[in-house]
Nanobody, 124 residues
């Protein structure tokens, strides 16, 4: 069992930056594919970014490419999402997700561990 806890959310103005962190319990983190997803009010949860266990494979949603950077520190059991040039449409509850397999996927249904989410609010 893996427990994921997100932090770093908050309220910023458009153009600002935030860095989300996700700390995982357990010793298997380094072998997990990890991802970030988000859910805006009234909308379905959507993919934001994913990273393979080694960091060699990374994907981003088109809406965040060039602005967000996903990274991980396996020694610290921590996943990050650096968010720059934030826009009001980035406002959402951001979830950290883990997949207990080294097989790389980005589809939401491929992830079996989820955090509780951290709120990001971007004002114009």
């Amino acid at each position: 069992q893996v427990h994921l806890v997100e932090s770093g959310g908050g309220s910023v103005q458009a153009g600002g930056s935030l860095r989300l962190s996700c700390t995982a319990s357990g010793r298997a983190f380094s072998r997990y594919v990890m991802g970030w997803f988000r859910q805006a009010p009234g909308k379905e949860r959507e993919f934001v970014a994913a990273i393979s266990w080694s960091g060699g494979l990374i994907d981003y949603a088109d809406s965040v490419k060039g602005r967000f950077t996903i990274s991980r520190d396996n020694a610290k059991n921590t996943l990050y999402l650096q968010m720059n040039s934030l826009k009001p449409e980035d406002t959402a509850l951001y979830y950290c997700a883990g997949r207990s397999s080294t097989t790389y996927v980005i589809q939401e249904e491929g992830y079996n561990y989820w955090g509780q989410g951290t709120q990001v609010t971007v004002s114009s």
